[in-house]
């Protein structure tokens, strides 16, 4: 899992974000998620997310985990800061606890150190240039786009993974 998030993390995102940042931890996940689902990165990857049915939609709790690691390790910042809405923070607090979780309305936005840096050059040297160039793809196809917007392709072409959500009703426009 820390080498999937270092790859999307450093992969190019084209204009619409900086290379080496996604804002939100849920975007990450999510990403994670379809970068296993709609790419080839599976193949390369020594374990899978093992993603689950949860409140708000596909859950792996590897993914928070591997955060927490490369966090320690030094090669990723983890910041919160405001956000206009709550999307983010709600699934953070379902899965920390709320005393753990960052204050309302706050996200977590992850960015590589220069350690991280140097460690997603490295591994770029070592994966088949097809699963870098999966990783960029992604990026690009999904850059730019607002949580919700992501939370809805998700939702609409997993539906396995929607089983148990609470909020599907509203992601769907379902009544």
Same mark, same amino acid.
């Given at each position: 899992?820390?080498?999937?998030?270092?790859?999307?993390?450093?992969?190019?995102?084209?204009?619409?974000?900086?290379?080496?940042?996604?804002?939100?931890?849920?975007?990450?996940?999510?990403?994670?998620?379809?970068?296993?689902?709609?790419? !080839? #990165? &599976?193949? /390369?990857?020594?374990? %899978?997310?093992?993603? $689950?049915?949860?409140?708000? @939609?596909?859950?792996?709790?590897?993914?928070?985990?591997?955060?927490?690691?490369?966090?320690?390790?030094?090669?990723?910042?983890?910041?919160?800061?405001?956000?206009?809405?709550?999307?983010?923070?709600?699934?953070?607090?379902?899965?920390?606890?709320? !005393? #753990? &979780?960052? /204050?309302?309305?706050? %996200?977590?936005?992850? $960015?590589?150190?220069?350690? @991280?840096?140097?460690?997603?050059?490295?591994?770029?040297?070592?994966?088949?240039?097809?699963?870098?160039?999966?990783?960029?793809?992604?990026?690009?196809?999904?850059?730019?786009?607002?949580?919700?917007?992501?939370?809805?392709?998700?939702?609409?072409?997993?539906?396995?993974?929607?089983?148990?959500?609470?909020?599907?009703?509203?992601?769907?426009?379902? @009544?």
């Amino acid at each position: 899992m820390d080498d999937a998030i270092v790859l999307l993390l450093g992969s190019d995102p084209g204009r619409s974000e900086r290379r080496g940042e996604i804002r939100g931890v849920t975007r990450l996940e999510k990403l994670v998620f379809l970068l296993e689902q709609e790419t !080839d #990165a &599976a193949n /390369a990857m020594t374990e %899978t997310a093992e993603y $689950r049915a949860h409140h708000y @939609g596909p859950f792996s709790q590897k993914v928070y985990q591997a955060l927490e690691v490369l966090r320690a390790a030094g090669l990723i910042q983890d910041s919160a800061q405001a956000s206009a809405t709550n999307e983010d923070q709600s699934e953070y607090a379902r899965v920390a606890g709320n !005393d #753990a &979780a960052p /204050a309302p309305y706050s %996200t977590r936005d992850f $960015r590589l150190t220069e350690d @991280g840096r140097n460690y997603y050059r490295a591994l770029v040297a070592e994966l088949p240039l097809g699963v870098v160039e999966s990783a960029e793809h992604l990026r690009k196809q999904f850059a730019g786009w607002p949580l919700r917007r992501l939370i809805r392709y998700v939702y609409e072409r997993y539906d396995e993974f929607t089983t148990n959500s609470r909020i599907r009703g509203d992601i769907l426009n379902e @009544g």
